[in-house]
């Protein structure tokens, strides 16, 4: 299962793959982490709160909104920054 992740205005969209499910979130509530600075796995949370289904995400399922995986950790890492809590 992946995550198709995506921001519109001032909101973020996470697309569920396989069951089509969309969390959508003002992007200044939204705060994605990781656990360990060497880790690959993201949780998401809205203000505060796990978003269910979307805890210890790994890097590799989580997809760009072009439908391409990011290249890399630091380039979901600077998308998540540039994207989120504004």
């Known amino acids: 299962m992946s995550w198709i992740i995506k921001k ?14 969309v969390h959508d979130f003002h992007s200044a509530n939204m705060r994605i982490s990781k656990k360990k600075n060497s880790s690959d796995l993201f949780s998401f949370f809205v203000n505060g709160i796990e978003v269910p289904g979307m805890c210890n995400v790994h890097i590799s399922d989580i997809v760009a909104e072009n439908g391409t995986d990011f290249t890399d950790l630091s380039s979901f890492e600077n998308w998540k920054n540039l994207n989120t809590g504004e």
Do not use: P
């Open 8 to 21: 519109e205005g001032n909101y973020i969209y996470a697309t569920n793959t396989s069951s089509g499910l």
